[in-house]
Each structure stands twice: as structure tokens, then as C-alpha cells.
């Protein structure tokens, strides 16, 4: 038995101006055939993919695909998008005769003129293997999932928490899937439900023990388990995608039970609906939270600015946090970080311990954000390289290129980590990667809407999630979209609604 694996994984955000290129997918790290095997058995949803594999009395061979990543940006340019499509349908070519495809999407990618391009990819790869071949893909929770997606694979498993503390698992329930066809002789139909509503990252915490997210979350593990699903999820999309049928998703996949796939389906899609308002989160304006983290006193306050969230695309350069944290004598370190090659360079030329006046940010955001001025000494100069755990990742390897800390700000004790390349913004790894402790500060700026929860509930005295200008707003209903298909709440206020989910599979129904 011989099954491909694969990946592609690259969250777009349409606001960002710029544009996501093959440079940006090979400077994070792109893996050809056994390469992938060999670095990446314990990474992620290929980890979970490589393990399971491994795991079966079968003992199946692992033929490496092509793994192509790139960290959340703008869309990819039309030539991007030609290149993965060649390198995914290469790498078929090239593995020769298998009985199976398994692939880690993200399922937000978006690229010039192709606005579904795991849809146009998915049925690309279809056409490749042909009709007879198992094909599944496992999708982050902020997927935009379409129905060219469903009709291609045969199941699509999604991330069951966010913050996405489920990779590696995820990659496992797609390998157990898998199995069940390749063994058991599963006949996978998957009801499909768009449900026209659109929700901010903050309250889609599915990890407090308590909410809709967390309830929707257990009803879904639950299903999951039930005699004859293979598999149940919901994408709550990537919001800042201006694309045609931007929308939340249900899926459920049943073994040849048509009826129950599509039951189990409508009614989850019916409390997503008739409980949309329950997603709105309160944000806190920036300036205020600032304030308030200030005046806190002991302990780590983590203000979540999800509105520059370099994980949800966003270009990781805005400066109106650090504005304002410039404006107090904090009495511990202050703690933000920034995308800007161009200040690495100037803090590397002037060397360490060297007095610089800078012009921060505003350059890769020119419309939510603009330059400040910024006088500050050069802390440390280093390679921002690290191993990420936790949101969004297990054991992934992680090169934001060369970094420097700004020391600055009325008792010199804000400190902002500049990196050349984008990346975890939010991450403590960075931070300690920059020899700052977050323990040890007073607060924190974690570029990210939710998923920074996960690293920083066990060690902050409060969290704030802020509001700030940014690519990737909370109150994303408020911009101009062009292309999306209206009526979608919150745009608009929809009367009623009622779900009829789309049936697709590649199989007849079992005999009654
Ligand atoms: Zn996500």
C-alpha cells in the first residue's frame, strides 16, 4: 500500500496590499518527496499524517508529495498560484502508482483570479489520480470551504478547536479516515452546509470550557464518535477574505448514510444560525487598554491585538499599540513586536548599544497605518529562529530572518522586537528567542485575535483583547467588500433562514 502526503497551508488575507509570492513559500520552507518524511514526522498535521501511517498493522510506504507553506499575507499572485498547482500535480507524477492521497490545506488561500484555489486545486488533483483513488484533506477551523472542495475529496477534516491546538490531531483523524476506506471499505457522503454568516475571531474560542464555541466543539467530537461518521467540523471562516460565497461552514461525512449526514449537518448549521449573535465580541480601544494594563499593577497583562494579527494575514507593521505604550513609565518591560527589514538593517548597521532614531512601521500597511518616529537604543541583535508549540502548530520550525530589539519609551522599559520577516507575532518563543522573559513583563502585545489564549492564559494576571487599526479588524462588516454574496450577516440582517445541505460523494449508496 503506498499513500502521498502532502501539504499546502497559506491563510490569505485580502486587505493586506501585499501580494504572497513563490519566494515567500520557499523562504518558509517548501519539502519535496522523502525530505518531508525525514524533518517532519512530529510537525503538525503531517506529523499526525506520518505517525498514523506508521501506526497501522499494514504498515503502508509514506511517499512524500510536496509540502508548500507560507505564512498568512495577501493574496497570491496569479503566477503563484500556477507554480503550486504544478508543483502539487509534479509531485503526483512523480510518486508513480498509489492507493492513496492524503493533504494538510488550509483551505483560506486566495490568489489573484482564483478566488477557491484549494477548490481549483483539489479538483486539479482529482483529475490526476482519477476517479477511483481515496482523497482526503484535513482544513484549518478558518477555512473557506467550497463546494468544489467537497465534490473533489472525499472528506474534508477540520480543526475541532481554535485556538488551533488540534494540528497534529487533526492529521491523525484524517489518516484514521483514510484507513476506514482503505481497510474497512468506508463509502464516505459528506453533507455540505454554507450558513451565510460571518464571525470576528474572538469569541470562536472553542477552549474555555464554557460558550458556543466550546458547546459547538464538544457536539462535534461527540458526532464524530458516533457508528457511521467518519467526520464533523466547522469552518468559521477566515473573515477577511472579500471573495464570492464567503461563508461559515458545516460538514459532516457519513459511511454511505446519506440521511444521517445531512440530519446531523442541518442541525448543527440551525444552532450556528439561530445563535450568530452569541460570536460578537467586545473589544476594548486600544488606547484605554493600554491604560488599563498599565494601571494593573502586578502580574502580565496580554492585550490581544487581533486587528494587525500577523496569524490572520494582517502585514504585522502597525504602530499605534506602541504609540501608546511609549506614552507611560511602565515599571516592567512592555513587550510588542513588528515587521520591518528595512529598521533591522538600520539597528544592525548602527550596531549594539548604538542611539537610533527610527521611522517604525507604516510601510508594509500604508492604510491602516502610518510611520513613527522613534528614538532607541539596540538591545540585541539576533536570528529570530525557533521551534513553535501551541496555537497553531506542534514542533514547527519558524524563520523570521534576522531581528533586533528597540529599547525605548519613558523609563526605557518598552521593548519592541523587530523582525525582517513576518511570522508568530504573538508567540513567547519569539519573545524569548529576543531574550525577553514574558513572565517577567508588565505587559504584552500578542499579534492575535484568539489564538494567543492558549500560550497565555496559564502565565497572564489579564487578558484585553484590543481594538486597533489594522488589515484583520474585529468589525470587519464595517470595510468596503466588493465581491462577497449578499446578504451575509453581520452585513446585513437576515429575516430567515433554513438549511438544506448539499449532498456529495463519489460512491452509490450502501444496499439497504
Ligand atoms: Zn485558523
Known sequence: MRIGIGQLW??????????????????????????????????NELGGFIQSLSAWPEQPEIVGLVRLPAWPSGPATADTFAWLRDELLAALARAGQLDAV??????????????DVEGELLTAIRQSIGDQLPLVATLDLHAHVTPAMARAADALVLF????????FETG??????????????????????????????????????????????????????????LSAGLATVQPWLDVPDLASTVLVTTDGDARLAAEHCARIAEVVWSRREEYLPTLVPYDQAVREAFEHGPGLVVLGDGCDATTSGAP??????????????WPRPALAALVSPEVVRQLEAAGFGATVDVQLGGVRDTRFSK???????????????????????RNLPIDMGRAAVLRSGAGRQVRVVITSRSGPHFAPELFRAAGLE??????????????FRAVYEPIAARIIHTSAPGCAPSDFWRYPYERITRPLWPWDEIAAWQPAPQLFSRFPPHPA
Open 10 to 43: 497559506q491563510e490569505t488575507n485580502t486587505f493586506n496590499p501585499l501580494p504572497t509570492t513563490r519566494a515567500d513559500f520557499e523562504e518558509f520552507g517548501v519539502l519535496r518527496g522523502a525530505e518531508i518524511v525525514a524533518q517532519l514526522a512530529h510537525t
Open 316 to 329: 504585522g507593521d502597525a504602530t499605534a499599540i506602541i504609540a501608546e505604550l511609549l506614552k507611560y513609565d
Open 172 to 229: 491523525q483523524r484524517g489518516a484514521k479516515l483514510l484507513r476506514r476506506m482503505l481497510v474497512d471499505g468506508a463509502r464516505p457522503v459528506t453533507a455540505f452546509q454554507h450558513v451565510p454568516v460571518v464571525f470576528p475571531a474572538e469569541r470562536a474560542n472553542t477552549e474555555r470550557g464554557a460558550g458556543l464555541s466550546w458547546e459547538l466543539k464538544q457536539a462535534l467530537i461527540a458526532l464524530e464518535a458516533t457508528p457511521g461518521v
Open 160 to 167: 475541532h478547536t481554535a485556538p488551533h491546538v488540534d494540528v
Open 102 to 115: 492524503l493533504l494538510a490545506l488550509h483551505g483560506a488561500l486566495v490568489a489573484d483570479e482564483h478566488p
Open 371 to 393: 510611520p513613527l518616529a522613534l528614538r532607541g537604543t539596540v538591545e540585541k541583535l539576533f536570528d529570530a529562529r525557533f521551534v513553535l508549540s501551541g496555537h497553531l502548530a
Open 438 to 451: 514574558p513572565r517577567e513583563a508588565a505587559v504584552l502585545v500578542a499579534k492575535s485575535p484568539c489564538g
